[in-house]
């Protein structure tokens, strides 16, 4: 069973645009979320998180919106270049077991010029 | 710093061969883990460890067994390859404060296995 559900799968922005990716968990013991960003061949690497306690975080052009009751958070990206064509992948964890993350399914975004 | 260090970068296998993954940090992060990548699947955890001698299961566990000796590193074993074991596999590091703390994990670049 999937413990973060991500969408969508995939998605095509033009240059400029702002891309959404969307995630909901329902393992309201979570606590922390960050999105990781992939580069083909590459490992995951940190991008921006969130704790449950603020609604929204930026950082640069990236920005986290949270929703505790819908239990939904959100990864934007302002103003989209060539160079954030990537997979996406949020996740979750809780406090209780420290640094096991549960993954979603990854986005691929692809940013056109 | 080299950060997370992963050999081989490319590996086939046989059913039925055994093998080990090679995962070296030289952040001096107490917490590392293996995931595996999967089309459709995101990363799931197969195993972790907070510190030398200690160990334990992830999501995935079956088909896998892991040691660790040293803080630096962490490798993977797979006992009897199977087909299903094809995959991308991440090595991750990061600090360990304790069960109340969430920390960032630093990736290694994977090693893609094929068990043909």
């Known amino acids: 069973q999937q413990q973060v559900k991500q969408s969508p799968q995939s998605l095509i922005v033009q240059k400029g645009g702002i891309p959404i990716i969307n995630c909901a968990y329902e393992?309201?013991?979570?606590?922390?979320f960050p999105w990781y960003q992939q580069f083909p061949g590459k490992g995951p690497a940190l991008l921006i998180a969130?704790?449950?306690?603020?609604s929204e975080k930026k950082e640069g052009r990236f920005t986290i919106s949270f929703n505790k009751s819908a239990k939904q958070f959100s990864l934007h990206i302002m103003d989209s270049q060539p160079g954030d064509s990537a997979t996406y992948f949020c996740a979750a964890s809780s406090t209780n077991t420290g640094n096991q993350f549960y993954f979603g399914t990854g986005t691929s975004l692809t940013v056109i010029p | 710093n080299a950060g997370v260090t992963q050999t081989p970068k490319f590996q086939v296998l046989k059913t039925g061969q055994s093998m080990t993954l090679q995962c070296a940090q030289d952040?001096?992060?107490?917490?590392m883990s293996w995931y595996r990548q999967d089309p459709g699947m995101g990363l799931r955890l197969i195993h972790y460890?907070?510190?030398?001698?200690?160990?334990d299961q992830g999501e995935v566990p079956n088909g896998y067994n892991v040691s660790r000796s040293t803080t630096e590193d962490f490798p993977l074993r797979l006992l009897s390859a199977a087909p299903s074991q094809t995959s991308v596999y991440f090595c991750a590091s990061s600090r360990w404060g304790g069960r109340k703390i969430n920390t960032e994990a630093f990736f290694g670049q994977g090693t893609r296995l094929t068990v043909v």
């Open positions: 952040m001096n992060h107490e917490y």
């Open positions: 460890s907070v510190g030398a001698g200690i160990t």
């Open positions: 969130i704790r449950p306690d603020v």
């Open positions: 393992n309201t013991a979570f606590d922390y």
